[in-house]
């Protein structure tokens, strides 16, 4: 868990803006996830990529944006097209080591709280 | 898509008993199983996993049993202990390679 840093910890929005929530991870994972939890709820998925410069799409990718240009980055936009972003972002990677739990196994970063003033 | 329901919501257990938490999930492909705790304002930290290819997975005092013919899946802890209260998530996926659907989780709580 120690290889995957999100920033920043906490952050805030005003209506219109755009906010980028970054997440960095030195696993050598393939998989990045943006996963998305709101109170009472599971987490959801906003996107995943698999392999650089190539993502998709997950349950509730309206409003957000990515990038995958390096293997070891994948940051998430929230656009102001995204109506009701407070929520806690968490970011989570895979593959590619192994470990205790296997060799295919997801680990999240700390999350990023964001809060729309 | 994947559908997984997860219960209960919350659950409450004296130190030393043992606590149960069952998810259920609706595809059939799914072959991957992580079980998830998240203690407030944290990370969700991965406790346990198990894949298709097993019935049973134990690790101390935790362990996780999979019926594929039924799609269920339940998380087991034994002796809990105060530490142990916090949220608890199940999971599934094609494999861990793959992105997860989670349940809403259950929050525990071991009343010492």
């Known amino acids: 868990d120690g290889g995957i840093t999100q920033s920043p910890k906490y952050l805030f929005r005003k209506e219109g803006q755009n906010v980028t929530l970054s997440c960095e991870q030195n696993?050598?994972?393939?998989?990045m996830y943006w996963y998305r939890q709101d109170p009472g709820q599971g987490l959801r998925l906003i996107y995943y990529?698999?392999?650089?410069?190539?993502?998709q799409k997950g349950d509730i990718a309206e409003g957000y944006s990515v990038s995958r240009e390096k293997k070891e980055s994948f940051p998430l936009t929230v656009t102001s097209a995204q109506k009701n972003p407070t929520a806690f972002y968490l970011c989570?990677?895979?593959?590619?080591?192994?470990?205790?739990?296997?060799?295919?196994?997801?680990?999240f970063g700390p999350g990023t709280r964001l809060t729309v003033l | 898509g994947e559908n997984v329901e997860q219960h209960p919501s919350t659950l409450s257990v004296q130190e030393g008993d043992s606590a149960v938490i069952k998810c259920t999930y609706s595809d059939s492909a799914s072959n991957y199983f992580p079980w998830y705790k998240q203690e407030l304002g944290k990370r969700p930290q991965l406790i346990i996993d198990i894949r298709s290819n097993v019935g049973e997975k134990k690790d101390q005092r935790i362990a996780v049993t999979l019926n594929k013919t039924a799609k269920h899946f339940s998380l087991h802890i034994t002796e809990t202990q105060p530490e142990d209260s916090a949220v608890y998530f199940c999971?599934?996926?094609?494999?861990?390679?793959?992105?997860?659907?989670f349940g809403k989780g259950t929050r525990l709580s071991v009343i010492a």
């Open positions: 990529s698999q392999i650089v410069n190539d993502f």
């Open positions: 696993l050598n994972h393939d998989a």
């Open positions: 989570a990677s895979g593959s590619g080591t192994s470990g205790r739990f296997g060799t295919d196994t997801q680990y």
């Open positions: 999971a599934a996926g094609l494999s861990g390679n793959t992105p997860l659907v």
